[in-house]
């Protein structure tokens, strides 16, 4: 079966493509590079020993798009495409409505005209908002804080729109918690431009030498050690889920929405510790104030995917840890 992967060129999307070419899924990547490096599919290549055919376009742009599925027979599509900093979103709003939400509707347009009526989505544990209780389960209501969540909130509820109309579409909403880590071979990993916004890649920038300390954004929190815990899952894990996930769209109908993370909260100064003793490497950090919109506890209660995807996540936060610290090794080198 062909998959077509929006987004295949990003760091989730990527490892994904690894997974389908080695379970013997032809890969069709649609991307436009906007945060990705035009590399990766030769990166994907050097690991599966297959090169995944690559078309750069904007998934928004239902002209490319309908010429990829007329000259590919898609079989079912994983939707990474989107644009995802949160502090970003809030100052470029209509930036992040206009690319997630057209991305989503062209590529359903687009769908339907060829007759593919099976989805992945890319959702997010922000979709919980913040009054929910943690371990979050997949029926608690949404809400969102930002207008990235809010387009996942969106696009989920045009999913479950659409499935209502057309009783034979498959959407699985995956709403990912936190994925760190690296693929093994240390080709792929999570290389953002610029200062990174999230944790893992700052911290394994730290210990390269490359920024000078960590500030760990508060340790004032009602946690065990007073900072953030987040479900932290290894990507090559939560690549795995996607193929569970497709699995699962071959025999249902509708829009299901799946949590895929450990269910284990995980807190940034044990993050941080690991890291350093995993790795034998010192990751310089001063503790600062809370960052504007972070919630003390965000984790997963995992039983829907493990009970009805047959998915667990396996590796472990040493796993995560050693595989980033080799990715930034291998990225460096290459410079
Ligand atoms: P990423 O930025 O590395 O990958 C996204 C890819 O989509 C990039 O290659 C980018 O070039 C491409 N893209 C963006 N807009 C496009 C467009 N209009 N047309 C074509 N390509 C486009 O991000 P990621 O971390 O791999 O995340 C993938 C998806 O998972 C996103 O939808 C993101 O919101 C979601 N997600 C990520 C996380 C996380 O922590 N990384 C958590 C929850 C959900
Ligand atoms: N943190 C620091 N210092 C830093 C960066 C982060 O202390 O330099 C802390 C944060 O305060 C937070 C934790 O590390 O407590 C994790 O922060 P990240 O930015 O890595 O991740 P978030 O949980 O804030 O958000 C991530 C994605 C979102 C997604 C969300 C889903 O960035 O897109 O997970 O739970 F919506």
Redesign the pocket.
Known sequence: MTILV??G?????SHTCVELLQKGYEVVI???????SMDVPERIARITGKMPKVFE????DSHALDLVFAENHIGAVIH?????AVGESCQIPLRYYR?NLD?TLTLLETMERHGCKKLVF?S?ATVYGPKNECPYTEDMPTSATNPYGWTKVMIEQILRDYCAANPEFSAVLLR?F??IGAHESGLLGDDPNGIPNNLMPYVARVAAGQLPRLTVFGDDYPTRDGSCLRDYLHVVDLAKGHLSALEYAASHTGAEAFNLGTGEGISVLELVHSFQEVNGVPVPFVIGGRRDGDLAEVYANPSRAREELHWTAEKTLDDMCRDSWHFIQTRKAER
């Open positions: 929006t987004g060129a990003g760091y989730i999307g649609a991307d436009n590079f906007v945060n990705s376009l904007d998934v928004a990474f495409a989107g644009l995802k690319n991305t890319s997010s990912y936190n994925p």
